[in-house]
């Protein structure tokens, strides 16, 4: 997709405006800010990161997770302010590209420090050379806005949906939880029914002893009550 010039202009403006508000942040931590720096990062090229199957903690087979990960777009580390972004950033980086499908490696890796940043491309090897990554520019949060920068996003635009199949792994996890949950929600079912056999056993026990008791009272009134009323009435004839 090419942009057309209102729409370049209008990156670079939400650019800036991202530039200057994480500029003017204090004490930013990576374990707290990273998720929302990256998601109004995203912002600046109008994309939702929902929407988009942009994942935050994509976990890997190994049990190790990429901060930032859009499948067969780019793939990003977030390292804290103070962090400088060396070598070994770069490396760790890479170990999570090679763990991932081959379906699913993206083209791109971002690292970043909140101040700023580093992007690298996945360049394809020559001859008896191996594909390799090339740094295609450093730069600060203050030179994203500037055209030369802002463009090496661009591609974004361009992405396609891509639909992650689950690795056998992660299938038997979900298998486990499904499993788990299944019994969890039978133990709840079977306690319940008890509550309800144990309640209809109460509400039979209760009506059988008071059908009892009626009928106790009814014998007692009409064998006793009767004999005992006439003994009143003679009496009564008897003191007149």
């Given at each position: ?25 204090q ?12 998601d ?5 090229f ?37 962090s400088?972004?060396?070598?070994t950033c ?20 971002l ?8 992007i690298?491309?996945?360049r ?38 891509v ?12 298998s ?6 299944y019994a969890i ?15 209809l056993?109460l ?10 008791g ?20 003679g009496?009564a004839?008897?003191?007149?």
């Amino acid at each position: 997709m090419v942009f057309s010039s209102y729409q370049r202009r209008m990156i670079r403006q939400r650019a800036r405006r991202f530039a200057d508000q994480w500029n003017g942040k204090q004490k930013l931590k990576e374990s707290e800010d990273s998720e929302i720096f990256i998601d109004e990062f995203f912002g600046i090229f109008d994309i939702d990161c929902y929407a988009s199957n942009i994942i935050f903690e994509y976990r890997l087979s190994s049990g190790r997770r990429i901060d930032v990960f859009w499948p067969g777009v780019i793939l990003i580390e977030n390292k804290g302010p103070d962090s400088s972004l060396s070598e070994t950033c770069r490396q760790q980086a890479v170990s999570y590209y090679e763990e991932l499908e081959d379906y699913l490696r993206p083209k791109y890796i971002l690292i970043n420090n909140f101040h700023y940043f580093k992007i690298f491309s996945s360049r394809e090897g020559r001859g008896n050379k191996a594909d390799y990554w090339e740094m295609e520019r450093s730069f600060s949060l203050n030179e994203l806005p500037s055209n030369r920068n802002i463009s090496l996003f661009y591609h974004f635009s361009t992405h396609r949906y891509v639909k992650i199949t689950e690795t056998r792994e992660q299938s038997d996890e979900k298998s486990l939880e499904s499993l788990t949950k299944y019994a969890i929600k039978n133990e709840v079912k079977e306690s319940m029914q008890k509550i309800k056999y144990d309640t209809l056993k109460l509400g039979v026990v209760s009506s059988i002893f008071f059908t009892l008791g009626f009928t106790l009272g009814y014998l007692i009134s009409n064998q006793i009550g009767a004999p005992l009323e006439r003994v009143v009435e003679g009496s009564a004839r008897e003191t007149r």
